[in-house]
């Protein structure tokens, strides 16, 4: 019965005192809605000044990673209220903007705002608005052009579902829209485990590894590839795309001739500077284009973490990526 009652997602919301949801620039109030049952001995809270942790004895973690920004963690508290939530104060170590997120990459959890932050924030666009249906436009702001925008500033109309199938009657018994998380491509990481899922979000590709043996924590996020689902939809022309078993670079090749090769980002022996930013860049993520020697529309696309294996019609071509 207590397995049962773990198996629900934790609720991640921004609140203060009980009930009313706020947060500042100097602080934030977290409610985490804990399983019936649990008593305050059974809650498991680990804090750094960069990551935090809540979990129950014995189960997998509700909440864990690295914190939007840091906080001062011997200013922050954590107790248990009457409606079997955890509440969590986090004391920022340096005033700021609103946390967008708690922990980065998880956005499971619901940000509240009070009346009054939401009032603040409709003052503060209201500029951007106009009860004019007419629209007058300044002659120095003009519009959005919707013509203007390219390609891969959108996601395809094709829709994308995660489907799990019943392997007796081989029925699918459950089917998640990946909505915005565009398909990228399969991965074979490790020959035990199953195929690693490669999705788009945002601009980033993100490597997933089901863990079916887990069915409550069944998806593991193991792989970054930067700005990768940002480019794959400005190639027009892209027919595969894959990535090495170690993560260390990701290739998309084109229906015929030239592949392209993205390598994880890696320190600068020399001393080198962003200029719009105006501050050093310690690591620079290389690309590279292979051209090959022939016009024959390519057919099968593999990488292994030292080659690259591309076949056409005639010929097997093998571009060696890594030296080791």
Known sequence: QETN?????????????????????????ISIRMPKGVSKEKVEFELSADKLRVGVAGFPSLLEGQLFAPVDPTACTW????????????????????WPELVVGNRRGELLMSEEQAALLHERLTHLTSDDLSGTLDEDKPPCNSQELEDCDGFPEDSFSLAHFDG??????????LGSHQYLFTVDVEPSEMPCLCLRHDVDALVWQPRPEQPR??????????????????????????????????????????????????????????????????????????????????????????????LTSSTLFVVKVNNN
């Open 217 to 310: 924590n069944m998806w593991e996020h193991i792989a970054t590839f930067n700005a990768l689902g940002y480019v794959q939809a400005s190639k027009q022309d892209k027919k595969f795309s894959t990535c090495a078993p170690n993560f260390s670079y990701a290739s998309l090749c084109e229906c015929i001739r030239r592949t392209f090769i993205y390598r994880q980002p890696s320190p600068v022996e020399t001393v080198l500077f962003n200029r719009k930013q105006g501050r050093q860049v310690g690591e620079v993520a290389k690309q590279q284009v292979a051209s090959l020697d022939s016009d024959k529309p390519i057919l099968g696309f593999r990488a292994t973490n030292e080659r690259l294996f591309i």
């Open 79 to 98: 107790s248990m209220k009457n409606d079997s939530s955890l509440q969590v104060t986090l004391q920022k170590l340096s005033e700021g903007p609103v």
């Open 168 to 177: 007796d009657s081989l029925k699918p018994t459950q089917v998640v829209n």
């Open 5 to 29: 009652k773990l198996e629900r997602e934790p609720h991640v919301a921004v609140t203060t005192k009980e009930r009313e949801p706020h947060q500042t620039e100097e602080g934030i109030t």
